[in-house]
């Protein structure tokens, strides 16, 4: 039941991100800041959390903060909400919400290299259920790449087409929007697994969302201020109440989605948790034709079939695996950071 539980519930998260992916876009067409929104967008996932992480998770908390704990919630809190969150939304605003979505999908192969890199991932040559996650994991970053290069601004919508036929700038800006969700990527890929590892020894899902989100924010806006001298949303076509509506339903949904991935990982370990990512590039490519009218090309739902492919192989091998692993899963302790990766 819990294993149900655990894929339903990511699958709904990425149909919900895929969809508050497309709401982002046209907020940042109309002119508002992405800091700005960074900001916003993790004080109320702070304030709306907190709540739940005093009722549920006071007992949890450590009487001190030792300097690791502390290091890792500003490693987290700058990579997860001010680096990544920030990189995500210049690459929205620079490309479309269907590449936005697919750049993600290279996260499994860096986060399973990490993983493995870092001991927190089993990597047994001789085993074919490695050579099986291997394989999907390859496949998950053949469709993301199919996607990502394929989508291109020609074949996205009409608008952006005749944008890039009028000279390279809109082809310049493409490629450094997608230069940002690689970098993106890669930054998500390391919060990821330092998220495993910290809930070993802080082991408070809500409290953890609760202090990175607030710390994220004020990191996010001491940027904005340092950068350009002053806190401001930007030359928004949107009133100012329409824009605090949708920070608050934006910060609120989130918190959720991010607070039960949290737990996910927790559970299951950062390689599976990020296997349901190319769901969110599907819905995404969906929502973007129903809304945004932006074509999707024979390219895009070949790059979706191929991660869709990867994703079954690798779910299938980590639960032949866990199974296999039974055994040896008994005999590690509590403390160990291979049980949530194996588990």
Same mark, same amino acid.
């Given at each position: 039941?819990? %294993?149900?539980?655990?894929?339903?519930?990511?699958?709904?998260?990425? $149909?919900?991100?895929? #969809?508050?992916?497309?709401?982002?876009?046209?907020?940042?067409?109309?002119?508002?800041?992405?800091?700005?929104?960074?900001?916003?967008?993790?004080?109320?996932?702070?304030?709306?959390?907190?709540?739940? *992480?005093?009722?549920? %998770? @006071?007992?949890?908390?450590?009487?001190?903060?030792?300097?690791?704990?502390?290091? +890792? #919630?500003?490693?987290?809190?700058?990579?997860?909400?001010?680096?990544?969150?920030?990189?995500?939304?210049?690459?929205?605003?620079?490309?479309?919400?269907?590449?936005?979505?697919?750049?993600?999908?290279?996260?499994?192969?860096?986060?399973?290299?990490?993983? $493995?890199?870092?001991?927190?991932?089993?990597?047994?040559?001789?085993?074919? #259920?490695?050579?099986?996650?291997?394989? =999907?994991?390859?496949?998950?970053? /053949?469709?993301?790449?199919?996607? /990502?290069?394929? +989508?291109?601004?020609?074949?996205?919508?009409?608008?952006?087409?005749?944008?890039?036929?009028?000279?390279?700038?809109?082809?310049? %800006?493409?490629?450094? =929007?997608?230069?940002?969700?690689?970098?993106?990527?890669?930054?998500?890929?390391?919060?990821?697994?330092? +998220?495993?590892?910290?809930?070993?020894? #802080?082991?408070?899902?809500? /409290?953890?969302?609760?202090?990175?989100?607030?710390?994220? *924010?004020?990191?996010?806006?001491?940027?904005?201020?340092?950068?350009?001298?002053?806190?401001?949303?930007?030359?928004?076509?949107?009133?100012?109440?329409?824009?605090?509506?949708?920070?608050?339903?934006?910060? &609120?949904?989130? &918190?959720?989605?991010?607070?039960? +991935?949290?737990?996910?990982?927790?559970?299951?370990?950062?390689?599976?948790?990020?296997?349901?990512?190319?769901?969110?590039?599907?819905?995404?490519?969906?929502?973007?034709?129903?809304?945004? @009218?932006?074509?999707?090309?024979?390219?895009?739902?070949?790059?979706?079939?191929?991660?869709?492919?990867?994703?079954?192989?690798?779910?299938?091998?980590?639960?032949?695996?866990?199974?296999?692993?039974?055994?040896?899963? %008994?005999?590690?302790?509590?403390?160990?950071?291979?049980?949530?990766?194996?588990?």
């Amino acid at each position: 039941m819990e %294993e149900v539980l655990i894929v339903s519930g990511l699958v709904g998260i990425q $149909v919900v991100f895929a #969809f508050y992916l497309v709401i982002l876009n046209r907020v940042l067409a109309l002119g508002v800041h992405p800091l700005f929104v960074v900001v916003s967008v993790n004080l109320a996932n702070s304030l709306f959390l907190l709540p739940f *992480a005093v009722a549920l %998770e @006071r007992k949890k908390w450590p009487r001190t903060l030792n300097p690791v704990l502390m290091i +890792q #919630f500003v490693s987290i809190a700058l990579g997860g909400v001010t680096v990544f969150q920030s990189l995500l939304l210049l690459g929205v605003e620079k490309t479309s919400p269907a590449i936005a979505s697919a750049m993600p999908n290279l996260s499994p192969g860096f986060i399973f290299i990490i993983a $493995v890199c870092l001991r927190l991932e089993k990597m047994e040559i001789r085993c074919k #259920f490695t050579w099986t996650k291997i394989l =999907g994991t390859l496949l998950c970053l /053949s469709g993301a790449i199919a996607m /990502s290069f394929l +989508q291109t601004p020609a074949t996205t919508s009409p608008d952006l087409a005749s944008q890039v036929s009028s000279g390279d700038i809109a082809e310049r %800006e493409w490629i450094i =929007g997608c230069g940002y969700l690689l970098a993106s990527v890669v930054v998500v890929s390391c919060t990821t697994v330092l +998220q495993a590892v910290t809930m070993q020894s #802080f082991m408070a899902p809500f /409290s953890l969302c609760v202090v990175t989100s607030l710390m994220g *924010a004020i990191f996010t806006a001491m940027v904005q201020i340092i950068v350009e001298g002053k806190m401001e949303i930007g030359s928004s076509a949107i009133s100012p109440t329409g824009i605090i509506g949708i920070v608050i339903l934006g910060g &609120s949904v989130s &918190s959720v989605c991010i607070t039960y +991935q949290t737990w996910c990982i927790k559970k299951k370990g950062p390689v599976l948790v990020s296997m349901f990512s190319p769901v969110q590039t599907v819905f995404s490519a969906i929502f973007s034709a129903l809304i945004l @009218r932006q074509l999707i090309g024979i390219g895009s739902i070949t790059g979706m079939f191929l991660m869709f492919a990867g994703l079954y192989m690798v779910l299938w091998a980590k639960k032949k695996e866990i199974y296999d692993d039974a055994d040896d899963n %008994e005999k590690l302790s509590v403390n160990d950071v291979e049980k949530p990766l194996l588990s």
